[in-house]
């Protein structure tokens, strides 16, 4: 399942690397809290989390939290395409009811994540690699 865990990893990396690389173009959106300012939390805590994954290899919380993380990523990009989510106190308001080609890769990316996620939750093999 070693495998698994390292692709894992690499789908979160490659999402949190697209949140990075747009946060810039979305820095003006919002009032108190930028988009920008939560593509870089959401890039960071994916990355982390990617090495989190690859440094406890034996621990159930990382599979976990990268599952958390997967399935609030897509269904954040997913969501923003299709519904107006509105501001929710300092939260700007998210809508950008476009897909272009990194959101399309942030979201196949998280996608992935989630579902390998849960294949290692439903092998119960989240623990010792062999």
Do not use: C, N
Request: proline residues 6%.
């Amino acid at each position: 399942m070693l495998a698994v865990r390292v692709v894992l990893a690499v789908a979160l990396a490659l999402t949190g690397g697209v949140h990075l690389d747009l946060a810039g173009s979305y820095d003006a959106i919002g009032e108190q809290i930028s988009v920008g300012a939560l593509f870089r939390v959401q890039a960071v805590v994916a990355l982390l989390t990617g090495l989190w994954l690859l440094a406890q290899r034996t621990a159930r919380p990382p599979v976990l939290a990268a599952l958390l993380l997967a399935v609030l990523s897509t269904l954040a990009v997913v969501l923003s395409v299709y519904v107006r989510l509105p501001a929710l106190g300092p939260l700007p308001e998210l809508y950008e009811p476009v897909w272009y080609a990194e959101k399309a890769v942030a979201a196949v990316a998280a996608g992935v994540a989630a579902a390998l996620a849960l294949l290692l939750l439903s092998r119960g093999r989240s623990g010792p690699v062999p």
